[in-house]
């Protein structure tokens, strides 16, 4: 496209009397546009290994934690998602013998779930490729990735994120 549909719908949003707005309209049109673009690129370089960003989210959290196993609330905690969907993920890890749900050894009522070898050495190959085809190349610029961040990570505070 030789121009950018976003500034188009401001002017839209403009000449249809909501001026006050557009540039609210702008910046979550562009935070979802941009969502859609990153989420594609990371779909492309996880496509291999058979992993959706989310799966692969859990597998990463598996394999930095002390012992490679976490109670499955505490996975949902720190992925920040519901725990259906953290199970449902288990789910699909443990058809490819990724993961796998264990007993906690001290509490009956917890059940853990535990990264396999396999596991780590998928992981770890999706990461090098991640790091290689999407996080080592954004699309922008350092001082452009820090602002970014810190843009988002007020907009995460202010809406009770964190």
């Known amino acids: 496209m030789d121009f950018d ?10 000449q249809a009397g909501w001026g006050e707005v557009a540039d609210g309209m702008v910046a979550v049109t562009s935070v979802m546009r941009a969502h ?5 690129r990371v779909e492309a370089a996880l496509r291999p290994f058979d992993l959706s960003f989310s799966r ?3 597998l990463r959290l598996l394999a930095f934690s002390r012992q490679g196993s976490l109670p499955i609330t505490k996975a949902s905690d720190r992925l ?11 789910r699909r890890l443990e058809e490819g013998g990724l993961v796998r749900r264990v007993p906690h050894p001290t509490d009956g009522r917890t059940t ?3 990264i ?3 596991g780590r050495k998928t992981v770890g190959d999706a990461t090098e490729t991640l790091n290689r085809e999407v996080f080592g190349n954004v699309g922008m610029s350092d001082d452009e990735m820090t602002g970014l961040v810190g843009a988002i ?4 505070k202010h809406n009770g994120d964190f």
């Open 5 to 14: 549909p976003i500034a188009e719908a401001r002017e839209n949003w403009t």
């Open 36 to 40: 859609q673009i990153l989420l594609a």
């Open 56 to 58: 692969f989210e859990l």
């Open 80 to 90: 920040q998602v519901h725990v259906t969907s953290v199970t449902h993920a288990i």
């Open 112 to 114: 853990l779930v535990e």
């Open 116 to 118: 396999t070898d396999l």
């Open 153 to 156: 990570q007020s907009l995460r």
